[in-house]
């Protein structure tokens, strides 16, 4: 199982970016998935989770409103929009996957998640 995230790089506060996160070694359509990031001299935390449909999203409140988090299935790919970005967003970006497959389609956790991919860096300059 690997998970690859990309799309990430520097950009000025107020801009956007869209950074992806392709699963190989198998198909990930039957489980949830999320991301994470981890700031300069920070702890990792939650930034969003999608359910296996892709119904039912949930975000840190650092992030509603700005940040979308969406997956195609039929290319195993979960994306992060991230709009009016601020320096305090500048971090290394997660991709992580459920293992648990077939949750409930309202269900989606900030925790519980079993496989990471290396991430992806976004710089947020002011």
């Known amino acids: 199982v690997q998970l690859q995230a990309s799309g990430g790089g520097l950009v000025q506060a107020g801009g956007s970016l869209r950074l992806s996160c392709t699963a190989s070694?198998?198909?990930?359509?039957?489980?949830?998935m999320a991301w994470f990031r981890q700031g300069p001299g920070k702890e990792r935390e939650f930034v969003a989770a999608i359910s296996r449909s892709g119904g039912s999203t949930l975000y840190a409140d650092s992030v509603k409103g700005r940040f979308i988090i969406s997956r195609d299935n039929a290319i195993n790919t979960v994306y992060l929009q991230i709009n009016s970005l601020k320096p305090g967003d500048t971090a290394v970006y997660y991709c992580a996957v459920d293992r648990t497959l077939y949750r409930d389609s309202s269900y989606v956790s900030r925790t519980g998640y079993d496989y990471w991919g290396q991430g992806t860096q976004v710089t947020v300059s002011s």
């Open positions: 070694g198998r198909a990930f359509s039957n489980n949830n």
